[in-house]
């Protein structure tokens, strides 16, 4: 059976949920029932990169004819293999049902993948990220192979310019620009880095784009690397990525011994070669200088700009910094054009996002929409909505550095501009939808926990100013908010975002003035009446408790139950530990008879 | 371009930042982090103005023509207070009792800014303990900002990478290596104390001044290094008639223009306000020394050294004159030995360590200093070190080398041990002991043979090339390589790397000079400078390093036997007969006897002996020899600030007063006369040695009497063309490098530019000799003395000054692991070191800085002697010592 590939999602996703029992259990079938013929092991089963849905994993894709199976169990392999590829039988209780509960089976009209646009994750998911010839199959290195031999390095830039690609690292820089900054900097020596040292937690992207489609990334690198004038590139991924670490070192290998890196690149007289940089796990090195002393071996700390890296970069020469996701939009622009890239997106942001979308819908996992979509569009359409029937509370876009964006914004076309005006920002694109039990105070504590936490230390008003935010805001959730600590943290807030030195400061007070923006009362409530609308701060709720009259004894909350803090004997009433208790809610949820409240 | 401040305009120069612009113009702008010294670290944040409506970092912000600026705007003044609010919220408020009240930014900003405490609390407990591990530097973590100016001024301006930031965002910390503290076995700071220089506050802070005052209870005096030639500017600290600690001086053009100095500069001081110090004249009779009256004092060295005369003649009195007293003491000394005993026996211990150099570059360039400035070395692009351990011995060159290799310069080390700057090394090379010639005339064969050599300016500039020619060329590196056991690959990497400079330089101390063959390793120098083009430029030049504060000036202003001041000498007519008229006096046409030769004549041509702030019981050679001179003879006089191990053994005792007691001049290492300021008033009855002497000298009959230092050195300028142009108005600042002709002159950065001294360069042959006293099976061990960071030459002055004795305590001979193992000697163990001259105990300190068969003693030491087993074999040219080579056998002691 000729074209015939079985896709198996091996993306760190679907690994952890099992992918890889089921691919032993699809080869070992296909050995007992005779099938190696037919599907030769080596040629059919492709472990590729994560395609996205990962609350739908492990995943598995069956080509050419799209067949989606997820949420497989291992015992599920054997009626695929009995059904689908010794009888030709779509599995339709395998399938994945639609929001009106049909069964779908091509994977690119299941929900999740219907309203994507991907071209920054046109592979991941679909190829064999080992393979260089899976990607050459796809069109790999046709891109610089056409750069080298029919461009000159001002047609390019010309041609991101006109693309009006913008960074997808956060700060939405005109990508075109900086190549340009870059190319006209003097300097003998020059570099070309890639930043996938992706800290935002949540945010997995880039991370997707290395372990599933390498090669796009070491591409669009040589041709920036030709475009600025670099002979050396490197890409620096954070350590807590070892999949991606290894797919892309042996990427590396092969573009090398392809002569696709390394000297006289399709014979035109260009070299470029690439090294990984494997950072130690700090959140700041995903800012650029910081992530330039870094790769210099120095302390990973942010250095003043300007000058900027365009200028004055890695070993003080001029060096271009682009994120992974960035650079996975080079090779379609070149070889669909910039007009065809400008016509997708709103007016000033061009293309398309990818977002990491997590929380509390139905659909976690990895999305790519033009820009311009609404939030209603990614939350209810792709990810199914919020778990439950409960109602959607907030969304906080762009991370710790980010915002939350209430419901009456739902409806907003998300670009850069517009998220910027209501105070929120696209990011690197993690995007985690809150429902009606998330204390906005506590989320706002969580997101500074977290860059305070990474804060380098460097400048005062970062180290010691999220301190004290941080202290403020753990004072009110534990119902010791004094009066004043609302203008306090305004006042403080906007004074780290003025004073300090690199983004990770500008950025760490925005969770903060964000929710107090759109929910104040909620702090009021915290600070004046010592008690948490939404029942989660434990110190002012206090634990939930259990009302023997109603508990049937049935043990499901003690299950559910992720911290063990309830015990009890079936058919008994159960107790909480309230000392365990962390006042997740999930409990109240899982009780059949509302005996916990 | 101009900008705008405060709705004025102003004068901008691109690259100039915001704050340089404000500064230039008195406009005030806080900052905590930034120095003009250092890199901009943008860390503080105080330094924020409002541009454009918002607020920038005006220390990182560079001008652009047109901008607006405000600097005192609500918004900046609310944005400044809410950092300062910040870091008072992480600060003990515990000026009462803080070392650093008075002289702390924070608190000078607190005061400005009117915040008593922080609104969002104080800090109460402390976060950090105190470290506090070694005798130099307590460090309070509590206090610290981190503003991260230690971290620059150690990783940019010292390069000795010490210290660090730790942890991270709240938690961090300003740390050394593995958390062992700053004297933990993998540390490697040198406790140059330049960190607290930088601090704002009182994180960092001197142990031994703790408690002992604050900023504003101090006089402060900018004087001159009283330690080795670099001439390091200093600012001393008095309260109360004592010196209480050492500031660093911020000047453009100084040898240390960045506040550098060593930790003997920082805290080498203690020996000024010693209780050892000596406060009275003492006269031995009966073998003990009693206290006596200047008048007894001084009449009976009168009565003895006219009665010496009377009966031996002029010439049986001979004078050691001093390498660490100033120009015009040593001025007034070498006039007092020459006009008033009537001799040119007048020498110092320049005898011991450059004399080679003195006799080597006259005769090759006709100037016998530092052809180059000490700044010159941060552009060099190829430098060369050899037998010179600046990282100990001239710490303040050692980083200045260390930041030249961080702007791309290469580096050749040739040195028998394992030097700090070996392992920074491009071509490193461990020659053997005493077989320099032949290693230089090595490298001159490979630049030769490969037709490297710089052809215009042999022709132009040199004559004997030809005579160089033939006899480097037997010197192949095969051969060479045997004489030096230098690989022949890397002599041809060395000579490669060399020839390659456009900016060569060459470093050398004594380990090129004290050698037996000491002025031919000086010419091979010479030699090599001149074959690479590498003279009369920036950034070249033959660089001999000089090791006492003064030894450049003690030689220049005559101290020597056979020059007048400015090396005018003694035996041409002209010379005594201009110094026969200005002083009034009939003059010796003989050229006098040298340090070494003195003591050998000792007790029997030379009788009596005069010496000022000299210790030739440890810096001679063979000590037992110096001793039984000394006692052999009829009369010794020592003038001293302490009675060290040579004054035991005088008649006479005089107490003189120290550097930080007197004004004057010395002259440093790159010709550059600087000041020496009086701090405090000299202990007891002690006095100014140009004031004995004078007083002597009167009472010898002869009229010679000064008001001031300054007056001497108008003496000085009138009689010696190179000082012609030296006063001491002209001094304030950075003084003046000679030749200085006139007070027109603007001093002299560097050498020989268009023409040698003497015209041109003079190509010397020289050949390979081997050292005089070579390891054989009795004494197998080939022993070289010398002298390490924390000790300065016998001592007298570091061993008296606290914590760097508490730091460094005890003697020790250098000892190769593995023939340490053959002998089953351990680290630390006592160990017997027995030349053919003598023995002496020290420990063991074993490792892999000397090779095998070779050991290493430092020479301050008075309990273990390094000098009982030195060799007085003299340079036949120079009459230095070769105090490099001794052969010598080593066993444990056992207890």
Known sequence: MANKEILICTGTGCLSSGAEDI????????????????????????????????????????????????????????????????????????????????????????????????????????????????????????????????????????????????????????????????????GDQKYVVCNADEGDPGAFMDRSILEGDPHSIIEAMTIAGYSVGAGQGYVYVRAEYPLAVKNLSLAIEDARLAGYLGEDIFNTGFKFDLEIRVGAGAFVCGEETALIASIEGERGQPRPKPPFPANSGLWGKPTLINNVETYANIVPIILQGSSWFNSIGTETSKGTKVFAIAGDVNQTGLIEVPMGTTLREIIFDIAGGIPGGREFKAAQTGGPSGGTIPPEYLDLPIDYESLKKIGAIVGSGGLIVMDDRSCMVDVARYFLDFTQDESCGKCIPCRIGTKRMLEILERITIGEGQSGDIDRLISLGNTIKETSLCGLGQTAPNPVLSTLQFFRDEYETHINEKNCPARHCKALVGSYTIDPEKCVGCGLCAKKCPVEAIKGEKKQPYKINSDKCTVCGVCVTTCPVDAIS | MLININHRQYEAQPGQTILDIARANGIEIPTLCHHPALSIAGACRMCVVECDNRLVASCTTPARDGMEILTDSKRVIGGRKTILDL??????????????????KVQDLAYQYDLRESSFGSKRESRFSIRADNPFLEVDPDKCILCGRCVRVDHEIQCSYAIDFVHRGFDSIVGTPFEEGLDGDNSTCVFCGQCVEMCPTGALTYKPSKGKGRDYEFQKIVTTCPYCGVGCQLELHVKDNKVIKVGSVYQVGSPNPVGETCVKGRFGYGYVNHEDRLTTPLIKRNGQFEEVSWDEALDYVAQKLIQIKEIYGSKAIAGFSSAKCTNEENYVMQKFIRAVVGTNSVDHCARLCHASTVAGLARAFGSGAMTNSIGEVEESDVIFVIGSNPTENHPVIGSKIKRALKKGAKLIVADPREIELTGLADVAIYQQPGTDVALVNGLMHVIIQEGLYDQTFVEERTVNFELLESIVAGYNPEKVSAITRVPAKDIIRAARLFASANKGSIYYAMGITQHKTGTDNVLSLANLAMLTGNLGRESTGVNPLRGQNNVQGACDLGALPNVYPGYQAVNLPENKAKFEKAW????????????????????????????????????????????????????????????????????????????????????????????????????????????????????????????????????????????????????????????????????????????????????????????????????????????????????????????????????????????????????????????????????????????????????????????????????????????????????????
């Open chain 2, 87 to 104: 870091i008072l919220s992480d600060h003990p408020l515990d000026c009462m009792t803080c070392e650093a009240n008075g002289d702390c």
């Open chain 2, 584 to 895: 009034g006096t009939q003059l010796s046409d003989d050229i006098g006897l040298t340090v070494v030769e003195i003591l050998n004549a000792a007790g029997k041509d030379i009788k009596g002996l005069y010496i000022m702030g000299e210790n030739p019981v440890l810096s001679d050679p063979d000590q037992n020899h110096v001793i039984a001179a000394l006692e052999s003879l009829d009369l010794l006089v020592v003038q001293d600030i302490f009675l060290t191990e040579t004054a035991q053994y005088a008649d006479v005792v005089l107490p003189a007063a120290s550097f930080a007691e007197k004004n004057g001049t010395f002259t440093n290492t790159e010709r550059r006369i600087q000041r020496v300021r009086k701090a405090i008033d000299a202990p007891g009855q002690s006095r100014y040695d140009w004031e004995i002497i004078c007083d002597l000298a009167q009472r010898m009959d002869y009229a010679m009497s000064y008001d001031s230092a300054a007056e001497i050195m108008e003496e000085i300028a009138e009689l010696t063309p190179i000082y012609g142009g030296i006063h001491f108005d002209r001094l304030e600042g950075t003084g003046l490098q000679w030749p200085c002709s006139s007070r027109e002159h603007q001093g002299t950065k560097f050498l020989h530019q268009g023409q040698f001294t003497h015209g041109k360069g003079k190509f010397h042959t020289v050949s390979y000799i081997p050292p005089a006293e070579e390891p054989d099976s009795e004494y197998s061990y080939l022993l070289m003395t010398g002298r390490m960071l924390y000790h300065f030459h016998t001592g007298t002055m570091s061993r008296r000054s606290p914590a760097i004795d508490q730091y460094e305590p005890d003697a020790y001979v250098e000892i190769n692991l593995a023939d340490a193992k053959r002998l089953g000697i351990e680290d630390g163990e006592r160990v017997r070191v027995t030349s053919r001259r003598g023995e002496v105990e020290t420990y063991a300190r074993v490792g892999e800085r000397v090779q095998e068969g070779q050991l290493f003693m430092p020479f301050h030491y008075a309990e273990s002697p390094a000098n009982r087993l030195t060799n007085p074999v003299l340079d036949v040219i120079a009459k230095i010592p070769e105090l490099k080579v001794s052969a010598v056998k080593l066993e444990k002691v056992n207890m």
């Open chain 1, 23 to 186: 691919e032993a259990r699809l080869v070992e079938l296909l050995k007992q029932h005779d099938l190696e013929k037919e599907y030769p092991v080596k040629e059919v089963i492709k472990k590729t990169g994560c395609l996205g849905p990962c609350s739908l994993g492990p995943t598995m894709i069956i080509m050419p004819e799209k067949t989606f199976y997820g949420r497989l169990q291992v015992s599920d392999v054997e009626i695929i293999v009995e059904e689908h590829l010794m009888k030709g039988e779509v599995v339709s209780s395998l399938l994945t049902e639609d929001s009106h509960h049909h069964p779908i089976e091509d994977y690119t009209q299941i929900d999740f993948m219907k309203g994507q646009m991907r071209i920054a994750l046109r592979n991941t998911g679909l190829l064999d990220p080992n393979s260089i010839n899976d990607y050459i199959a796809k069109d790999g290195y046709k891109a610089l192979h056409k750069v080298l031999t029919e461009m000159s390095q001002e047609q390019v830039i010309e041609e991101i310019k006109t693309s009006q690609l913008r960074g997808r690292g956060g700060a939405g820089f005109p990508t075109g620009l900086k190549w340009e900054f870059t190319r006209k900097a003097v």
